[in-house]
């Protein structure tokens, strides 16, 4: 009986370490699973967070670059509307005329010039001024028109053009200027004819101004080229 007892007993302690084989692989295996299972998902979190991570800071960046590009384009507003300001003043303000800050009212008008009359430095020349008073600027271009008149003598006389080249004069209000009238100055005494008014035109102008004025002329100075007149503004002013 000694005998048949031992194989079961060796039997039965072969199937105990197979049991304990068995589940210490169980547990092993469990284990693992158990830290694999872990390990995967704390893997996973990680990538999870990263992925989080990453795209968050994407959405920062992106964000941040919106914000940028608004305040860009806020920027570039700003600059546009100054801009526009700067151009709406400079708009206002406007050039300056041509009559040095006032408007050109175009050619003098004789009622709007005061004359006045005055002896030359040589002898035989008559200074005519003539000065802006009508508040805006104005021009003169040309030879006036001027006629010598005398009691003595029955009609008046005109003056002849010079050869001089008419400088264009433009006048602000209260400028003056002037043209010369040069006659044959008696020299004879009482054989010369004395005048005793000038009628002035300016240039472009057909209105009249009567100036009284006192010389005396050589007889004969209807003669051509001894009654001469020099354009406005011409010579020493």
């Known amino acids: 009986m000694r005998v048949k007892k031992l194989p ?3 039997v039965a302690l072969l199937a105990g370490l197979s049991l304990t084989a068995c589940g210490g692989g169980s547990d092993d295996n469990t284990g693992g ?3 694999g299972s872990a390990g995967g998902g704390s893997s996973s979190a990680a990538t999870g967070q990263a992925s989080v991570g990453g795209a968050s800071e994407g959405g920062g960046s992106a964000t941040g670059g919106a914000q940028a590009a ?3 384009g806020d920027s570039a507003n700003a600059s546009s509307g100054s801009g526009s300001g700067s151009g709406s003043s400079a708009d206002a303000d406007g050039p300056e005329g041509s009559g040095g800050g006032r408007i050109t009212a175009g050619a003098c008008k004789t009622e709007n010039l005061a004359f006045d009359t005055a002896h030359g430095m040589g002898e035989g020349t008559l200074v005519v001024s003539m000065r802006n008073t009508s508040g805006d600027a104005c021009s003169l271009k040309g030879f006036p028109g001027i ?4 009691d003595e003598a029955g009609a008046p006389l005109s003056a002849e053009r010079s050869d001089m080249t008419a400088p264009a004069v433009n006048l602000k209000s209260g400028d003056t200027t ?12 009482n ?6 008014a000038v009628d002035v035109t ?25 009654l001469v007149v020099d354009p406005v503004g011409a010579g020493k002013q």
């Not at 002037?178 to 005494?189: A, D, E, N, Q, V």
């Not at 054989?191 to 005793?196: A, L, R």
């Not at 100036?211 to 051509?224: H, R, T």
């Open 8 to 10: 079961l007993a060796a």
């Open 33 to 35: 699973g158990s830290d």
């Open 70 to 72: 608004g305040n860009s």
């Open 147 to 150: 006629d010598i008149l005398s």
């Open 178 to 189: 002037r043209f010369t009238l040069h006659y044959p100055p008696s020299k004879s005494g």
């Open 191 to 196: 054989s010369g004819v004395f005048i005793n």
């Open 202 to 226: 300016p240039p472009n102008e057909t209105h009249t101004q009567h100036l009284s004025v006192g010389f005396s002329v050589e007889a004969g100075a209807d003669k051509p080229g001894l």
